[in-house]
Structures are given as structure tokens and as C-alpha cells.
């Protein structure tokens, strides 16, 4: 009897996946729909922006435009780099010690690196498809704004794949020797290199800032110097570096200056994948082993310093809903796969925001900042929609199987569904509103549109929140463990398609009006007609959230109520 090799049955079974994942996407049509109109709209936005951004440096005699061009494509592909990194690291770690498909698979005589292989495609492409989502339309502009040779488009889908396989190799690399060095420490060592790296970010901006003020008079030293802040990512051996000057030479018609580059990212790449599965093979089962033994063995008591400090600001609200939140709180610090993802989505939204503020002090003109401005916070607003629905939705399902625990205890079942609003939105307003801040003060708006923006992240946070935790009880999923899995089911999908409608709404009525004004009257004061009609479809939104928090959160109360556990 012939026997098959250990990679060709997990490519099997990764097929056979597919095609049942196919079969339920045809017995839910809206679901399918539903993931296509929301990328698209994602995608097209970021399209139609960088267009008009790209369109803008083309029309406009703009100095030193090409090498702007080609900064800005190296921190393209710099954040890109290191989002891909830790996301696809901390799904890695996820999928491997975190998942009972690999438990099981380790039981089996299969090997740890084709265990590691086979769960590292499913990573890859599932971190990869927020790059291909916002990487891909601004490299589709630019081609279409400077009408490039055919061989960019052509070559274009072959070199992101390269360059996507080297960070998230290094990732996993790092997934490993963490896990195997540091079993009993590895949150905070993490914690340690994200604020590490924030704070490195935070000193460069502000040397950034210090720089581009100088630079602003056009004088040729200071701008040479502003230049210079950014030559760490124009490194010859950055691979980000390497990715912006394959496709700069694919632009321009020229495959012999493209072919090193593009080889050094598939090399480096396809080099760095051999390593993760080598290390795969000695480190995989030994890591798994050591986080099985169990963690920390100090007992504390008392409970957690951030837990006694949340609970102190939540003075103003009863002591059982102040007991709810600090236990939706312990489990979403407890598990980095969650906390990681929103600190690195985070400081990369911050990094764009603080280096957005470089189109305005280009001659591009204030009109256009307070268009930059309306961008950031719609970048926010998504930042804020996507983490909704993959933490928030899943909470009411993930208590399904435990919820004998809360039913024995003296209160309402309507405190839990308050109790996760409350969580939900003043999470997201304590992310979001400092994005809003610091966008807002680098670009130097005024005063009244900095309200509004202010305003509407209220407005956001309280009706997505409401949106995500309502429906989550509505639709909820008890048969599911996993949150992912949960969040991308017909119920996460319908909340996140409503989000997105919302969000689109609530920014159309209150910080779009303010910005269109300001961008047409061309720097002149508002007139009280124009004031009058800002505040009035502030008013609307404002509205409009307060409706949809409480309809929502009452049918989703309503449906609690009812449940049989």
C-alpha cells in the first residue's frame, strides 16, 4: 500500500477546508456579499485618497516631489513590515500553543515542522489581507496617477508575495525563541518591546517635527536635513528599501535594476521560512511542553494592580457592574493575542497620523489638511469598527457555555449587557481619542473642527459599542470557542457590515460637513448660515447614536432575557 507523504495530506486537508468553507458561503449568500462590500468599500476609499493625494503632487509644482514619493513608500512598506511581523507572529502563537487542533495534531506521528508549516499559511494569509487590502490601492494609484510602464501591474502581485514571506518568518522565529526563553514572562517581555518601540517612534517624531519646521521655508540645507531624518528606512539593507526600488524600476520600464532588488526579497524571504522551520523542529514541542507545565506558580491576591486601577474610575457606577467590566477586562489583558493587536494597529495608525502632517507643510495647502484630517479620523473609525467586531461581538457567545456561573449570582441579566457596553465604549473612546488629539494638533486645525472630531469619536464608540455587544446577543454563536471564528460568522459579519453603514453615516453628519466648508471657502471665516447647519447635522448624529444604542442594546436585553442556558 503506497503511503503519502506528511505534506501532501495537510495540503489535502487544507483543500478539503476550503471547500467546506466554500459550501457554507453558498447556503449564506449575505455573508459572501456582505465581505465583499465591505473590503471593496475599504479598498476604494484608500483608492480614491491616494489618488487624490498623488494627483494633487503631480498637478502641483511640489519640491523634491520624487524623493517624497519614495520616503513615503518606504514607511509604507516599513509599517507594512512590521505590522506583518507582530500580527503574524501572535497568530502563529495563537494557532500553535493556543489552538485544539494542534494539541491533537501533536498526538499524532506528524512531524512539529510540518505542523508549523501547515498552520503558518493559514497565518500568513491572515495577517497578509489587511496589507493587500491598504497596500495594494495606494500602489494601484500611484501606477494610474503616473501613468507607469505595464510591467509594474504586471510584476506588482509577485512582489508582494516575496516581500510578505519575510516578516512573517521573523515572526515566527520570534514566536518560537520567546516561547522556549521566556515561558513564564513572555507578556511582559512583549509588553517591554511594544513600549520600547513606541517610545523609539515618539523620539524620532518629534525630531521629525523639529526638522520639517526648519524645512518649511524651502531652504535646500534644511531640507536635505529633513531627508536625513529618514534615511534608517532607505537602508540598503532594508528590506522595505529593497521593495521600493524594485517597484520604482518596474515603474519606469526597467527589469535589469529591478531584478536585484526583487531578488534579495525572495531570497531573504524563502532563507528566512527555512530557518522558522528548522527552528520549528527542535523548539515547537519543546515550547508547547514548557507552557503545559503551567505559568507563574506566585499566587497573588488581591487582584492585579491595572484591575484595582480600572475599578477605581468606575466609582460612579454600581459595584456589579464595576465587577463585570474588571472581568471582561482581567480576561482581555490576560490574552495578548488580543491587547497586542490593538497596541501595534494602534501606534501604526499614530505613525501614519503623525506623518501625515508632511502633506501640509509641502505647499500643499491648509484646505487640504483639513482633508488629511477627515482621513485620519475615518482611519480611526475603521481601527475602531474592525476591533468591535473581533473582541466585542463574541463576549455574549463566550459566556454561553460558562454562564451558569453569572445566572447564580443576585442581579439582572440586563446588568451584563450594560456592563459589557460600558467596557466596550470606554475601551475604544481611551484608544481612539488620542489619535483624534494628536492628528488634530499636528495638523494644526482650529478650534471648532477639533470639537467635532472630539464629538464624533463619542458618537462612534458609543454606537459601535452598542451595535457590537446588542447584536452579540441577539445572534449569538454558543457552540463556537474560538472569538475569530465567532467574529467572522453570519452574526459578526452583519455587525460589522452595520458598523461600517453607521460609521459612514455618523462622519457624514458630523465632521464631513465641517470639512467640506472648510476645504471650499478657501481659509475664509465660516458664516453663521454654514455654523448653523454644521451644528444642526451634529445634532442629527448625535441622534442618531442615542437611537441606535438604546434599540439595539433593548433587542439584545430582550433576547437575553428569553435565553435557556
Not at 483608492?47 to 524623493?67: E, H, K, Q
Not at 532607505?234 to 527589469?255: K, N
Amino acid at each position: 500500500m503506497m503511503t503519502r507523504s506528511q505534506p501532501r495530506i495537510f495540503q489535502e486537508l487544507r483543500w478539503q477546508l476550503i471547500r467546506n468553507t466554500g459550501l457554507r458561503f453558498q447556503g449564506s449568500r449575505f455573508r459572501l456579499v456582505s465581505i465583499v462590500v465591505a473590503s471593496s468599500l475599504v479598498s476604494g476609499t484608500v483608492t480614491l485618497a491616494s489618488w487624490y493625494g498623488f494627483r494633487l503632487m503631480a498637478s502641483r509644482d511640489i519640491p523634491f516631489a520624487g524623493g517624497i514619493i519614495g520616503i513615503l513608500f518606504d514607511f509604507l512598506f516599513l509599517s507594512l513590515f512590521l505590522m506583518l511581523f507582530f500580527s503574524t507572529g501572535i497568530i502563529v502563537y495563537g494557532s500553535l500553543f493556543s489552538s485544539a487542533e494542534t494539541t491533537f495534531l501533536l498526538t499524532t506521528p506528524a512531524r512539529a515542522d510540518h505542523i508549523f508549516a501547515y498552520k503558518f499559511q493559514s497565518a500568513l494569509a491572515f495577517s497578509s489581507w489587511a496589507f493587500l487590502l491598504l497596500g495594494a490601492p495606494i500602489l494601484l494609484a500611484y501606477g494610474a496617477v503616473y501613468a507607469v510602464s505595464w510591467t509594474f501591474f504586471v510584476l506588482l502581485p509577485l512582489l508582494l508575495m516575496g516581500f510578505i514571506l519575510l516578516p512573517g518568518s521573523l515572526g515566527s522565529i520570534a514566536c518560537f525563541l520567546l516561547v522556549n526563553l521566556l515561558p513564564h514572562r513572555r507578556r511582559q517581555f512583549l509588553v517591554a518591546a511594544v513600549v520600547g518601540l513606541f517610545l523609539m517612534a515618539l523620539a524620532w517624531g518629534i525630531s521629525v517635527l523639529r526638522s520639517s519646521k526648519r524645512a518649511i521655508s524651502g531652504n535646500r540645507d534644511a531640507v536635505q536635513e529633513l531627508f536625513g531624518q529618514f534615511e534608517f528606512a532607505r537602508s540598503r539593507i532594508a528590506p522595505s528599501h529593497w521593495m521600493t526600488e524594485a517597484l520604482q524600476a518596474t515603474a519606469r520600464g526597467e527589469l535589469r535594476e529591478a531584478a536585484l532588488p526583487a531578488a534579495m526579497i525572495w531570497a531573504n524571504g524563502l532563507f528566512a521560512y527555512l530557518i522558522a522551520t528548522a527552528i520549528a523542529r527542535g523548539l515547537y514541542r519543546r515550547g508547547y511542553n514548557r507552557l503545559a507545565t503551567g505559568g507563574n506558580l506566585r499566587r497573588r491576591y488581591g487582584g492585579h494592580w491595572l484591575d484595582l486601577l480600572l475599578r477605581g474610575t468606575l466609582a460612579a457606577l454600581d459595584p456589579q457592574t464595576q465587577l463585570l467590566i474588571v472581568k471582561d477586562f482581567r480576561t482581555f489583558r490576560r490574552d495578548p493575542v488580543q491587547w497586542a493587536q490593538v497596541v501595534i494597529f494602534a501606534v501604526l495608525v499614530l505613525l501614519y497620523i503623525a506623518n501625515s502632517r508632511q502633506f501640509t507643510q509641502m505647499g500643499i495647502g491648509e484646505s487640504f489638511g483639513h482633508g488629511v484630517s477627515l482621513m485620519n479620523l475615518t482611519a480611526t473609525a475603521m481601527l475602531m469598527c474592525a476591533f468591535m467586531g473581533r473582541f466585542i461581538f463574541p463576549l455574549i457567545s463566550l459566556e454561553g457555555r460558562k454562564f451558569w456561573i453569572l445566572g447564580l449570582l443576585p442581579m439582572r441579566r440586563d446588568r451584563l449587557i450594560w456592563g459589557k457596553f460600558y467596557f466596550a465604549a470606554s475601551g475604544g473612546l481611551f484608544v481612539c481619542i488620542w489619535l483624534i488629539l494628536v492628528g488634530d494638533s499636528l495638523l494644526g486645525v482650529d478650534g471648532l473642527t477639533m470639537v467635532f472630531h472630539l464629538i464624533n469619536i463619542v458618537v462612534l464608540a458609543a454606537g459601535l459599542s452598542g451595535l457590537s455587544v446588542g447584536l452579540g446577543a441577539v445572534m449569538p454563536n454558543f457552540r463556537e470557542s474560538d472569538p475569530s471564528k465567532i467574529a467572522v460568522g453570519f452574526g459578526g459579519t452583519l455587525n460589522l457590515v452595520a458598523g461600517l453603514f453607521y460609521l459612514l453615516v455618523t462622519i457624514g453628519l458630523i465632521s464631513a460637513p465641517c470639512a467640506m466648508i472648510r476645504i471650499f471657502s478657501a481659509g475664509q471665516p465660516l458664516s453663521t448660515s454654514a455654523t448653523i447647519v454644521m451644528i444642526l447635522l451634529a445634532g442629527l448624529g448625535v441622534g442618531l447614536s442615542v437611537v441606535t444604542v438604546f434599540v439595539v442594546l433593548r433587542w439584545g436585553i430582550r433576547r437575553l432575557r428569553v435565553m435557556e442556558f
